[in-house]
Protein backbone atom coordinates (compact mmCIF):
# COMPACT_ATOMS: atom_id res chain seq x y z
CA UNK A 1 0.00 0.00 0.00
CA UNK A 2 1.08 3.59 -0.65
CA UNK A 3 1.34 6.27 1.82
CA UNK A 4 0.53 9.94 0.57
CA UNK A 5 2.21 12.93 1.39
CA UNK A 6 0.69 16.21 0.27
CA UNK A 7 2.70 20.28 -0.10
CA UNK A 8 2.43 22.92 -1.78
CA UNK A 9 -0.42 25.12 0.28
CA UNK A 10 0.33 28.34 1.98
CA UNK A 11 -0.78 32.02 2.19
CA UNK A 12 -1.65 33.13 -1.81
CA UNK A 13 -3.84 36.29 -2.99
CA UNK A 14 -6.37 36.34 -4.99
CA UNK A 15 -5.36 35.60 -8.52
CA UNK A 16 -2.13 33.36 -7.57
CA UNK A 17 -1.98 30.52 -9.25
CA UNK A 18 -0.88 27.49 -6.97
CA UNK A 19 0.25 23.94 -7.77
CA UNK A 20 -0.46 21.30 -4.81
CA UNK A 21 1.66 17.97 -4.95
CA UNK A 22 1.22 14.49 -3.57
CA UNK A 23 3.88 12.70 -3.16
CA UNK A 24 3.66 8.77 -2.92
CA UNK A 25 5.80 6.34 -1.14
CA UNK A 26 5.34 2.21 -1.05
CA UNK A 27 5.39 0.18 -3.88
CA UNK A 28 2.45 0.30 -6.92
CA UNK A 29 1.56 4.39 -6.94
CA UNK A 30 1.16 3.89 -10.90
CA UNK A 31 -1.61 1.18 -9.68
CA UNK A 32 -3.98 3.67 -7.85
CA UNK A 33 -6.55 5.73 -8.98
CA UNK A 34 -5.65 9.11 -7.14
CA UNK A 35 -8.16 11.77 -6.08
CA UNK A 36 -7.64 15.64 -4.60
CA UNK A 37 -10.84 16.49 -2.06
CA UNK A 38 -10.68 19.82 0.22
CA UNK A 39 -12.41 20.80 3.04
CA UNK A 40 -12.82 24.22 3.67
CA UNK A 41 -14.10 25.62 7.22
CA UNK A 42 -17.22 24.55 8.77
CA UNK A 43 -17.69 23.08 5.64
CA UNK A 44 -18.41 19.13 4.35
CA UNK A 45 -15.17 17.02 2.33
CA UNK A 46 -15.51 17.85 -1.12
CA UNK A 47 -14.31 15.79 -4.25
CA UNK A 48 -12.47 18.17 -6.39
CA UNK A 49 -10.96 15.91 -9.28
CA UNK A 50 -9.45 11.96 -10.29
CA UNK A 51 -7.21 10.59 -12.41
CA UNK A 52 -6.73 6.86 -13.27
CA UNK A 53 -3.72 4.96 -12.78
CA UNK A 54 -1.90 5.78 -16.55
CA UNK A 55 -3.88 9.47 -16.04
CA UNK A 56 -5.63 8.77 -19.78
CA UNK A 57 -9.02 9.84 -17.97
CA UNK A 58 -10.00 12.36 -14.96
CA UNK A 59 -13.35 13.69 -14.13
CA UNK A 60 -13.91 16.64 -11.59
CA UNK A 61 -16.69 18.12 -8.83
CA UNK A 62 -18.62 20.80 -10.52
CA UNK A 63 -16.90 23.33 -8.38
CA UNK A 64 -13.37 23.41 -10.00
CA UNK A 65 -14.63 21.67 -13.54
CA UNK A 66 -12.80 24.05 -15.95
CA UNK A 67 -10.81 25.89 -13.59
CA UNK A 68 -8.57 23.27 -11.61
CA UNK A 69 -6.57 20.73 -13.45
CA UNK A 70 -5.20 17.09 -12.05
CA UNK A 71 -2.52 15.22 -13.39
CA UNK A 72 -0.09 12.28 -12.26
CA UNK A 73 3.57 11.55 -13.03
CA UNK A 74 4.01 7.58 -12.23
CA UNK A 75 7.75 7.80 -12.77
CA UNK A 76 8.04 10.29 -10.30
CA UNK A 77 5.52 9.03 -8.09
CA UNK A 78 3.38 12.10 -7.76
CA UNK A 79 0.08 13.37 -8.46
CA UNK A 80 -0.46 17.29 -9.17
CA UNK A 81 -3.49 20.18 -8.89
CA UNK A 82 -3.02 22.77 -11.02
CA UNK A 83 -5.36 26.05 -9.21
CA UNK A 84 -4.49 28.81 -12.16
CA UNK A 85 -6.52 31.83 -10.38
CA UNK A 86 -7.35 31.04 -6.68
CA UNK A 87 -10.18 32.85 -5.27
CA UNK A 88 -11.12 33.31 -1.34
CA UNK A 89 -13.32 30.63 -1.66
CA UNK A 90 -10.75 28.27 -2.14
CA UNK A 91 -9.51 28.47 1.05
CA UNK A 92 -9.74 24.80 2.85
CA UNK A 93 -7.07 21.85 3.61
CA UNK A 94 -6.35 20.19 0.65
CA UNK A 95 -5.85 16.05 0.48
CA UNK A 96 -4.77 13.61 -2.06
CA UNK A 97 -6.62 10.16 -2.14
CA UNK A 98 -5.95 6.62 -3.46
CA UNK A 99 -7.73 3.74 -4.52
CA UNK A 100 -7.15 0.44 -6.66
CA UNK A 101 -10.46 1.17 -8.46
CA UNK A 102 -12.45 3.83 -9.29
CA UNK A 103 -15.85 4.58 -7.73
CA UNK A 104 -18.40 6.26 -9.15
CA UNK A 105 -21.46 7.42 -7.11
CA UNK A 106 -24.04 10.46 -9.17
CA UNK A 107 -21.23 10.79 -11.23
CA UNK A 108 -18.72 12.02 -8.58
CA UNK A 109 -16.12 9.98 -5.95
CA UNK A 110 -17.42 9.69 -2.82
CA UNK A 111 -14.61 10.20 -0.20
CA UNK A 112 -15.41 6.81 1.42
CA UNK A 113 -14.06 4.83 -1.69
CA UNK A 114 -10.56 6.36 -0.86
CA UNK A 115 -8.16 3.72 0.83
CA UNK A 116 -5.38 5.80 1.62
CA UNK A 117 -5.08 9.77 2.70
CA UNK A 118 -3.11 12.07 2.79
CA UNK A 119 -2.73 14.47 6.02
CA UNK A 120 -3.84 17.49 3.88
CA UNK A 121 -2.17 20.67 2.91
CA UNK A 122 -3.47 24.24 3.52
CA UNK A 123 -4.75 26.72 1.40
CA UNK A 124 -5.15 30.27 2.27
CA UNK A 125 -6.33 32.48 -0.11
CA UNK A 126 -6.33 36.35 1.21
CA UNK A 127 -5.15 39.70 -0.04
Known amino acids: QVQLVESGGGLVQPGDSLRLSCVASGRGFGDYFVAWFRQGPGKEREFLAGINSSGSYTLYGDSVRGRFAISRDNVKNTAYLQMPSVEPDDTAVYYC????????????????????WGQGTLVTVSS
Open 97 to 116: AAASRLTLRNGMVPATSLEV
